[in-house]
Nanobody, 125 residues
């Protein structure tokens, strides 16, 4: 079965950086797309970005473009979310998600079958 385990969250000051990791296991992910989402208190879960495991193409929400970078390490079966110039509004629980890539990059959480447990990111002003 697919398992996704996030790590790397924490407390950081505005303007700082964090890198989150998502370790994936349970199957071969070459045909999968890995997404990052976040959910702030009282808000809906929102798409942050995604990466195709095969080829490494990346996609980002406008709110994080140019500040966040998604990458993957095939040997470690791990996806990363590098977050720079963090803002208080980036405070949320961050989740990684996975699903088979079907030709479309979806931003809706319902399109992803597998989820990690989430990791808290708090940005202080």
């Amino acid at each position: 079965q697919v398992q996704l385990v996030e790590s790397g969250g924490g407390l950081v000051q505005a303007g700082g950086s964090l890198i989150l990791s998502c370790a994936a296991s349970g199957r071969t992910f070459s045909s999968y797309i890995m997404g990052w989402f976040r959910q702030a208190p009282g808000k809906q879960r929102e798409f942050v970005g995604a990466i195709r495991w095969s080829g490494g193409s990346t996609y980002y929400a406008d709110s994080v473009k140019a500040r966040f970078t998604i990458s993957r390490d095939n040997a470690k079966n791990t996806v990363y979310l590098q977050m720079n110039n963090l803002k208080p509004e980036d405070t949320a629980v961050y989740y990684c998600a996975a699903d088979r890539y079907s030709g479309t990059v979806y931003s809706q959480p319902s399109r992803y079958a597998y989820w990690g447990q989430g990791t808290q990111v708090t940005v202080s002003s």
